[in-house]
């Protein structure tokens, strides 16, 4: 295993595309933690927190909508989730590149 840390701080990065594409955040991550998690060191770790964290602002997305609907508050939690989804990769890339393994809040843990 090699130690790749430019590598880990673009996974990180890589999540900003649904920013500003709309897609790519959860896809890009994903293929790059599947062919590089056996080859990279601390990439499966890497890989795990920044798949749960994806996988849980999509659910927490979806939860949003009925309070759209219902509530009208639905509105304040898609904007919190929006600015947690930018700045967080953004803070643990640089962890990451400092040699942290960083943790991302509210996510649910999917891929252990």
Not at 63 to 73: F, M, N, S, W
Not at 92 to 105: D, F, H, L, Q, V
Request: with cysteine; net charge neutral.
């Amino acid at each position: 295993m090699r130690e790749d840390n430019q590598l880990l701080v673009i996974t990180h990065l890589c999540q900003l595309l649904t920013c500003f594409t709309g897609f790519g955040g959860l896809i890009v991550p994903l293929l790059i933690w599947v062919t590089q998690k056996d080859k990279v060191y601390k990439m499966d770790e890497h890989g795990k927190n920044i798949l749960n964290f994806q996988l849980s602002i999509i659910i927490y997305s979806i939860l949003c909508v009925p309070a759209i609907l219902l509530l009208g508050l639905g509105f304040i939690g898609l904007i919190v989730i929006g600015l947690i989804a930018f700045i967080f990769p953004i803070v643990n890339a640089i962890k990451t590149s400092n040699g942290e393994i960083p943790k991302y809040p509210l996510s649910i843990n999917f891929v252990s």
